[in-house]
C-alpha cells in the first residue's frame, strides 16, 4: 500500500513539474514574440511603445503620421518631430506634401550640429526647418514635373515655415534649391497617405 502511495505521489509531482515547464516555456515564446514584433518595427523600441499610444479611436491608419512612423528610412525625422512636439500636431494636416531627408541625410549633418539642434535652446530653429519640409497642397512627382515645366523650367512652392522650395529639372530629375542654395533629389517619391504624399529626399532643406 506505502509503494502505491509513493508511486501516486511520484506521478503527481512528475506532472505538476511538466505542467510548470510548459507555463514557463509559453511564457518565454510569449516574451519573444513580443520581442520580434518589436524588432520588426523601425522606429527605436521606446518610440514603438509610445507610438502605441498615440493612436486614438477612429484614427486613420494611413495618415501622413502613420506611414512616416512605420518606414524605417524616415526613423532619424520622426525623433527630429517628436524632440520638437511636432508628431502629434501632424493630425491636423489636412492636405500636405512631406519632403522627408532619409537617415543617410542626417549621417551627413555635422555631429555636433545635430546635436546643438536638439538643445532646448535651438528648438525654435529645430521646429523652423522642419516645417521647411512641408508645403500645405499634395503634390505627387507627375504633377510637380508637369508644373516645373509649365512654368518655364522653374517652379516655387511655399512651406508651413513660410519660406519657399525651388523646384527645376535637371536630365530629367526633379531637384528641390533651398533658400540656403543646397540640393536635393526625391529619391523615394509618392508615398501616398489620405491626407497627403511622401517625398524621401537625399539631403537635409534648410530654410534662410
Known amino acids: 500500500m506505502k509503494r502505491i502511495k509513493s508511486f501516486v505521489f511520484?506521478?503527481?509531482?512528475?506532472?505538476?513539474v511538466i505542467a510548470c515547464k510548459d507555463t514557463a516555456n509559453t511564457t518565454i515564446k510569449e516574451d519573444n514574440k513580443d520581442e520580434?514584433?518589436?524588432?520588426?518595427?523601425p522606429v527605436l523600441k521606446e518610440q514603438w511603445k509610445q507610438n502605441m499610444n498615440d493612436w486614438r479611436e477612429g484614427d486613420?491608419?494611413?495618415?501622413?503620421?502613420?506611414?512616416?512612423?512605420?518606414?524605417?528610412?524616415?526613423?532619424?525625422?520622426?525623433?527630429?518631430?517628436?524632440?520638437?512636439d511636432m508628431?502629434?500636431?501632424?493630425?491636423?494636416?489636412?492636405?500636405?506634401?512631406?519632403?522627408?531627408p532619409t537617415n543617410t541625410a542626417f549621417e551627413r549633418l555635422n555631429d555636433s550640429r545635430l546635436a546643438?539642434?536638439?538643445t532646448p535652446d535651438e528648438v525654435a530653429r529645430m521646429t523652423e526647418i522642419l516645417k521647411y519640409h512641408i508645403v500645405p497642397e499634395e503634390y505627387d512627382i507627375h504633377t510637380l514635373l508637369s508644373t516645373v515645366r509649365l512654368n518655364e523650367g522653374v517652379l516655387?512652392?511655399?512651406?508651413?515655415?513660410?519660406?519657399?522650395?525651388a523646384f527645376s529639372i535637371q536630365e530629367d530629375q526633379l531637384i528641390i534649391?533651398?533658400?540656403?542654395?543646397?540640393?536635393?533629389?526625391i529619391n523615394m517619391p509618392d508615398m501616398e497617405a489620405s491626407n497627403g504624399v511622401i517625398h524621401g529626399i537625399d539631403d537635409l532643406l534648410t530654410p534662410q
Open 116 to 118: 546643438e539642434l536638439k
Open 87 to 100: 508628431y502629434i500636431g501632424l493630425d491636423e494636416l489636412e492636405e500636405a506634401t512631406m519632403f522627408i
Open 36 to 41: 520580434l514584433l518589436e524588432d520588426r518595427t
Open 177 to 185: 534649391t533651398d533658400e540656403m542654395g543646397n540640393v536635393s533629389n
Open 60 to 84: 486613420d491608419r494611413d495618415m501622413l503620421k502613420t506611414i512616416i512612423s512605420n518606414t524605417s528610412d524616415f526613423d532619424r525625422f520622426v525623433k527630429a518631430l517628436r524632440s520638437a
Open 156 to 165: 516655387r512652392l511655399q512651406t508651413l515655415q513660410g519660406g519657399y522650395l
Open 10 to 16: 511520484g506521478v503527481f509531482i512528475t506532472l505538476a
